[in-house]
């Protein structure tokens, strides 16, 4: 069996990002693979350790060039090949689905591991859209996963709290933090990820063309006060910074 997991490219959460014209403004931001997805990579390279019978890791990028450096993360954690749908254009996650599905397909893949939200679009829909084109069961919100033979067991966080799952591949599980933590690349890794395959796709061959487009986009900012409460008095830096909740940020009634 293969697994094909998503990766995506984001601004560093940790960062500072500049703001120009309404748009976020990425010349010089420190860019880093998506946090969800990572999870994603590594629990497909534990799924192989644990002794599932995975032939192939196979990570997928849909998006302007820098996305490289994403998938080069991916190879370089233990991913055995990659493949980049290179385009700058920007397409909602239905429309994306559309690749997710055709790629699984052609790479015979039996398991799909996303990001539950991803940062930039601050958006859950990807993992669903590629479930519902394929018509395979998916597991969202995962924090436990397991794999024997062709099911996955496992356990999700729902609206209730958290339940037990049980599955039968092909299905799509959406990640998220605490259901690993991920390797860091060591350097012959990384030594050897430049030797990995890293597949360039047109985006042409998918048919990629989106109904929803981006028209305009506000973006809030606020400028921060910069007030230090002195602290030698804790009652009245207690009071100040109530004060400042209620009558500054508003915050509190």
Do not use: C
């Not at 599955?167 to 599980?173: D, H, I």
């Not at 890794?189 to 981006?214: C, Q, W």
């Not at 804790?234 to 500054?248: F, M, P």
């Amino acid at each position: 069996m293969n697994i094909l997991t998503l990766v995506r490219q984001v601004p560093d959460a940790e960062a500072r990002v500049k703001i120009n014209a309404q748009q976020v403004d990425l010349d010089g931001a420190t860019l880093v693979i998506d946090g969800m997805d990572e999870y994603g990579v590594e629990e497909a390279l534990r799924l192989r350790e644990s002794g599932a019978p995975i032939e192939q890791i196979i990570a997928l990028a849909i998006g302007p060039k820098r996305n490289e450096d994403a998938l080069r993360t991916a190879l370089a954690m233990g991913v055995d090949r990659a493949i980049h749908v290179e385009t700058d254009e920007k397409f909602d996650a239905v429309t994306l689905s559309r690749v997710v599905a055709q790629v699984a397909q052609a790479e015979n893949a039996t398991l799909i591991l996303a990001g539950g939200q991803e940062a930039d679009w601050d958006s859950q829909a990807l993992g669903a859209a590629s479930a519902e084109r394929l018509g395979w069961p998916q597991l969202t919100w995962t924090n436990e996963l397991k794999l024997d033979g062709e099911t996955l067991t496992g356990r999700h966080d729902v609206d209730d709290g958290n339940e037990s799952f049980r599955a039968t591949l092909p299905a799509v599980v959406t990640t998220q933090q605490g259901l690993n933590e991920p390797r860091y690349p060591t350097l012959p890794n990384i030594m050897k990820a430049k030797k990995k395959e890293l597949r360039k796709d047109d985006p042409a061959t998918y048919g990629l063309s989106s109904k929803v487009r981006t028209v305009n986009a506000e973006i809030q900012t606020r400028a921060r006060l910069n007030t230090m409460i002195d602290g030698k008095d804790a009652q009245a830096a207690a009071q100040q910074l109530l004060d400042l909740l209620r009558n500054e940020a508003k915050v509190i009634a």
